[in-house]
């Protein structure tokens, strides 16, 4: 049994699992045996020396570090083009989804996602086609307008089957991409 702390900062109980052991380590103990091992103390040889470290560390209460001050966005048409974000999604043609055709059927249809702003700036709506282009190569894609999107940024999804927009475009995340009308 014992405590770790989730991502909220929280500490949470875990149970002992195994109760059958009449000789069980804890990992207090493995980890002060391995210092001891390597020549080093660790400090603390019980849980409850380890929690009262812990709790030694509560909430900071110092004077925060004030926001830092960015620039303005530069505007969300730029002639140069927009900003790649992409990433894998969940469902892809990862080997690992081969033959799992059911699976493969759940995965999010690949589009093209813009901001208010950018969309309107480029003179471009909701379910249009877009064509994201290089020197490289270029990708059409169906285009959604989300206004949780930051403005002068293009996102699409990393792979899809048959897909994969690094080696098509010759880019990644963060370069620069042309943005246009998915008829032209």
């Known amino acids: 049994s014992g405590t770790f702390v989730d991502w909220e900062h929280r500490p ?9 052991s009449s000789n069980e ?3 207090i103990r493995i980890l002060a045996a391995l210092a ?8 603390v040889r019980t849980a409850a020396a380890a929690r009262a470290e812990l709790d030694e560390l509560a909430g900071w209460d110092g004077s925060r570090t004030p926001d830092p001050e960015v620039p303005a966005p530069p505007d969300a048409a730029r002639p140069e083009g927009l900003v790649l974000a992409t990433h894998r999604q969940l469902v892809d043609d990862a ?15 690949a589009v093209a996602r813009l901001s208010v702003a950018t969309a309107a700036g480029l003179g471009l709506s909701d379910a249009e086609r877009v064509t994201l282009g290089t020197d490289v190569g270029t ?6 307008v989300d206004p949780s999107m930051v403005d002068g940024v293009v996102w699409v999804p990393a792979r899809t089957p048959g897909l994969l927009v690094g080696e098509t475009l010759g880019v990644g995340a963060g370069d620069l991409v042309t943005v246009t009308d998915g008829g032209l």
């Open 12 to 20: 949470r109980r875990v149970g002992r699992v195994n109760r059958q």
């Open 139 to 144: 990708l059409t894609f169906d285009l959604v």
């Open 95 to 109: 080997r690992h989804n081969d033959g799992a055709d059911a699976l493969l059927a759940t995965a999010r249809p």
């Open 25 to 27: 380590m804890t990992d």
């Open 36 to 43: 001891d091992a390597l020549g080093s103390d660790l400090g």
